[in-house]
């Protein structure tokens, strides 16, 4: 589906010039700090009915790029993905909750993490956690009552985190109730209030002049430079970093990580949760030793928080985009019902096979995250253009999935885009829920397996009445949630 394997192509035109880049006022709101979801929203609507593969704007005083057509975002993502990072912001933000993490470290470090960490996230092992996935689902529906008014949202987010607690340490009730949960919480509320800050941009700065100091010098004054730019790793000038309850709950996380990695080694790392696995992981061609205790608990929260909230928003959208199609609706839930009184639980993808469409197409309308910000590490020729070192390119998952090209009357929920044979027509990076090329979404079929079967499993038991003239907009938040929630009442069937 996705690969990392295509080989680089050299533009056969000369190197264009930078300057005849279409620009486009509109993608400065990218940069502007006070925008709102909607405004971001409607700019990459815009930016998915360009023609030119880039067009660019300007984050304060940096010009910023944005590949607009499939096969300049494959340039990006797959096939000069080594040129690229990820844009520091994200990394300095989540420094103290993910550390080195595998979603932030860049390099060797995230060379050796991944390799040791893939062999645990593909297929056939993921299919152990079908039964979690079912038997949490399953706990919430026991949980709802005839009558019932439930936020979806609220549901399928404490179905996630339940999921994934279970998954990674064992531990069966988990949600935001539960101490660790709540801590977790606590710290990405502040992370997401930080987002596209003009102090994180500033903050991201200063490290940035500090590297380039750093290189122009030498002797002690570069040891000072190259130690201030390390210091910058960390958030600690921005606002709200030293309040009391984001202190608390970062120690929370490391004490109660800690003791459960102090457990497993007592216990003899006999559990089959991901905590045990990532404590046994071996490199798989032997260059490295096991991962430190330290480096296991940033790859756990790491995967805690990257595996929930996602999930959680494809979920809800699900539901919510059902409710508004209820011949669809008929359908997901005849799929469900087919099950008759046996468990939703292992991955058949003929019996979940519409569900899953359903889900795809949630997460094309609703890409759970809508932008992929990276910065070029070396002089890079996208779509023919020399792009400098350290400039801004940022791939919109969201304008990808509405360009026309790839899926006519793109508002439209119809998850019959997902038959094979109308797959197989379009690009493959006209659809990048997650992401593509080496840093793709390790967890994939994780969630993959999770919505189906929650989704089913949820169907099945209840009817949930989702007012279906209701329209519900996207949250600004990290991930695109829906605004308000999903209210709904539930039902018996
Ligand atoms: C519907 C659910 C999900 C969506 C839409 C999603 C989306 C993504 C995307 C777009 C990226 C790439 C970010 C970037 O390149 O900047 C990513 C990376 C990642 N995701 Fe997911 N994700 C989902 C579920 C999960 C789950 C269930 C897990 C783990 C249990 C997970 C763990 C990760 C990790 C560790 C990375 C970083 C991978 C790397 O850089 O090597 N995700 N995800």
């Not at 991944?114 to 039964?131: E, G, H, N, V």
């Not at 004054?221 to 910058?232: D, P």
């Not at 793109?410 to 197989?424: G, H, N």
């Not at 080496?438 to 999770?450: D, K, N, Q, T």
């Amino acid at each position: 589906m996705m690969d990392t394997q295509d080989s680089p192509q050299t533009s056969p035109q000369a190197a264009r010039r930078l300057e005849d880049i279409p620009r486009m006022p509109d993608a400065d709101l990218m940069g502007s700090f006070g925008f709102t979801t909607q405004q971001r929203l409607a700019f990459q609507r815009t930016l998915s009915t360009q023609s030119a593969p880039l067009v660019r704007g300007r984050v304060l005083h940096l010009p910023v790029y944005f590949p607009c057509t499939p096969e300049a975002a494959h340039e990006v993502l797959v096939t000069r993905a080594k040129s690229f990072e990820k844009s520091p912001g994200f990394r300095v933000l989540l420094h103290y909750l993910a550390g080195q993490g595998l979603f932030t470290s860049e390099g060797s470090l995230w060379r050796t993490q991944r390799k040791m960490m893939s062999t645990l996230f593909q297929p056939q092992p993921i299919q152990q956690y079908a039964d979690t996935m079912r038997e949490v689902a399953e706990r919430a529906a026991d949980r709802m009552r005839d009558g019932d008014r439930i936020d979806v949202a609220h549901e399928t987010t404490r179905i996630a985190m339940s999921v994934v607690g279970k998954a990674l340490f064992d531990v069966d009730t988990f949600d935001e109730a539960d101490a660790l949960g709540g801590a977790l919480t606590t710290a990405l509320g502040w992370v997401n209030r930080n987002l596209a800050t003009p102090a994180l941009v500033a903050h991201v700065m200063g490290m940035d002049a500090a590297g380039a100091l750093a290189d122009r010098t030498s002797g002690r004054v570069r040891t000072w430079f190259q130690e201030a730019q390390q210091k910058l790793e960390a958030p600690f000038l921005l606002p709200g970093v030293r309040d009391p309850e984001l202190l608390s709950a970062v120690r929370l996380v490391d004490d109660r990580i800690q003791r459960m990695i102090d457990d497993r080694r007592k216990q003899g790392l006999t559990r089959q949760d991901l905590l045990t696995k990532l404590l046994t992981a071996k490199d798989p061609e032997g260059e490295s030793e096991h991962m430190s205790d330290k480096q296991v608990r940033d790859e756990a929260v790491t995967l805690f928080v990257a595996g929930h909230e996602t999930t959680a928003t494809a979920l809800a959208w699900s539901m919510y985009l059902l409710a508004r199609n209820p011949a669809l609706l008929e359908k997901a839930r005849a799929e469900a019902d087919a099950f008759g009184d046996g468990p939703i639980t292992k991955w058949d993808p003929s019996k979940l096979e519409f569900c899953t469409r359903v889900f795809r197409e949630a997460m094309r309308l609703y890409p759970p995250l809508m932008m992929l910000p990276r910065r070029t590490l070396e002089p890079v020729e996208i779509a023919g253009y020399h792009l400098p070192a350290k400039t801004l390119v940022f791939v919109s998952i969201y304008s990808q999935h509405y360009r026309e090209d790839a899926y006519p009357d793109p508002e439209k929920f119809d998850p019959d885009r997902w038959l094979p044979e109308r797959e197989a027509e379009r690009h493959r990076t006209s659809y990048i829920p997650f992401s593509a090329g080496p840093r793709f979404c390790i967890g994939i079929h994780f969630a993959m397996l999770e919505g189906p079967i929650v989704l089913a499993t949820l169907l099945r038991r209840w009817r949930f009445d989702i007012d279906p003239t209701r329209v519900i907009g996207p949250d600004d938040f990290a991930t695109l949630r829906p605004k308000g929630g999903v209210p709904a009442v539930v039902r018996a069937r």
